[in-house]
T-cell receptor, first 112, second 113 residues
Framework: DSGVTQTPKHLITATGQRVTLRCSPR?????VYWYQQSLDQGLQFLIQ???????AKGNILERFSAQQFPDLHSELNLSSLELGDSALYFC???????????FGPGTRLTVT | AQSVTQLGSHVSVSEGALVLLRCNYS??????LFWYVQYPNQGLQLLLK??????LVKGINGFEAEFKKSETSFHLTKPSAHMSDAAEYFC???????????FGTGTRLTIIP
């Protein structure tokens, strides 16, 4: 158990819909990261927050957004969902940007 | 930008044999390097990390990796494979420029009984 929690574990929704994925970092960690893992794209970094502020951006689509709240939990919002958005979404946390990251168990999103 | 290349998307070894998973990095500055393991339907778990200290790094589950600057490599090894080692392994490098962790494409390790 990494100490990072993610909810929900599974999510099935239809194209065009909007979903919110939630992540609680390890106690004391200030950085939160979001990743997307799919068979064709591999593990892709989406976005990083540090203590509530956006710190780095990766291959995140404009339809996707995220935020980190004062209690340090984070949410990833995916809107106008397409079939290609079906993937595993991981959250990770670390003490700071250059420290090792600890991953949550992931949310499996299926868009039908 | 920093990057890593994992040679071999699939590796099969017999139980009890040496495990060698290859990772080469590209970095203009001394890198921070990591190996992660992902078991089926689970998140990634940190195996070990190199952050400019000892070049031979020991991790969990009997794995170790050696940082070789001259070869720009950070290969993962385990002397004797166990059935429970079957998983996907990812090498990663921390990019200080954009503060992101860049992962390799992964190597799926199969253990033959």
């Amino acid at each position: 158990d990494s100490g990072v929690t993610q909810t929900p574990k599974h999510l099935i929704t239809a194209t065009g819909q909007r979903v919110t994925l939630r992540c609680s970092p390890r106690s004391g960690d200030l950085s939160v990261y979001w990743y997307q893992q799919s068979l064709d794209q591999g593990l892709q970094f989406l976005i990083q927050y540090y203590n509530g502020e956006e710190r780095a951006k990766g291959n995140i689509l404009e339809r996707f957004s995220a935020q980190q709240f004062p209690d340090l939990h984070s949410e990833l919002n995916l809107s106008s969902l397409e079939l290609g958005d079906s993937a595993l979404y991981f959250c990770a946390s670390s003490a700071g940007p250059s420290y090792e990251q600890y991953f949550g168990p992931g949310t499996r999103l299926t868009v039908t | 930008a920093q990057s890593v290349t994992q040679l071999g998307s699939h590796v099969s070894v017999s139980e009890g044999a040496l495990v060698l998973l290859r990772c080469n990095y590209s970095s203009s500055v001394p890198p921070y390097l990591f190996w992660y393991v992902q078991y089926p339907n689970q998140g990634l778990q940190l195996l070990l990390k190199y952050t400019s200290a000892a070049t031979l790094v020991k991790g969990i589950n009997g794995f170790e990796a050696e940082f070789k600057k001259s070869e720009t490599s950070f290969h993962l090894t385990k002397p004797s494979a166990h059935m429970s080692d079957a998983a996907e392994y990812f090498c990663a490098v921390f990019d200080f420029g954009n503060e992101k962790l860049t992962f390799g494409t992964g190597t799926r390790l199969t253990i033959i009984p």
